[in-house]
């Protein structure tokens, strides 16, 4: 099943784009650092990730643990996670809460320099503001996969 794709219904500033857009690299620097607890504390307290297989991770606690049980895989490789086509909704019934939708790609480097690419995905968070600064409340994580042809 392909993710839909919806266009945003609502005009945002150059400022707040580039607060998310700078949220998000701070954030990725901090998984590609291996900092997990670093990550973690960019969800909130009770923040969630539901990953594309369907597995759920709860709480920084939680996503800590499945992040160091995830390690291994990481040995001998530089990961970067690339953020594109940000679309980004404001709540209209809390400014504080914002919708994005963004597509993803993750790269893995070796060490000899050896660079591959992992599936692509579409995520889908919603952002909160505490204390003036930006936090994840949940990730969901879609698997991208061709769109239907539309009957002719």
């Known amino acids: 099943m392909s993710q839909a794709v919806q266009a945003t219904r609502s005009k945002v500033t150059g400022d707040l784009y580039a607060e998310v857009q700078t949220f998000y690299a701070r954030q990725m620097r901090r998984v590609d650092a291996?900092?997990?607890?670093?990550?973690?504390?960019?969800?909130?307290?009770?923040?969630?990730?539901?990953?594309?297989?369907?597995?759920?991770?709860?709480?920084?606690?939680?996503?800590?643990?499945?992040?160091?049980?995830?390690?291994?895989?990481?040995?001998?490789?530089?990961?970067?996670?690339?953020?594109?086509?940000?679309?980004?909704?404001?709540?209209?019934?809390?400014?504080d809460t914002l919708r994005v939708s963004y597509y993803t790609l993750v790269t893995q480097t070796d060490r000899e320099g050896k660079v591959s690419f992992q599936p692509t995905f579409t995520v889908e968070d919603v952002l909160v503001r505490r204390d003036g600064e930006l936090l994840t409340r949940s990730r969901v994580i879609h698997r991208d996969t061709p769109v239907e042809l539309p009957a002719s």
Not at 34 to 54: K, P, Q, R, S
Not at 76 to 82: E, S, Y
Request: overall charge negative.
């Open 34 to 95: 291996l900092d997990i607890e670093g990550f973690a504390d960019t969800f909130t307290d009770d923040g969630v990730v539901v990953h594309a297989n369907g597995e759920r991770a709860q709480g920084r606690e939680r996503m800590v643990a499945g992040m160091r049980a995830n390690l291994p895989r990481y040995r001998d490789i530089a990961v970067r996670h690339w953020f594109d086509h940000l679309l980004i909704e404001t709540d209209p019934a809390d400014e």
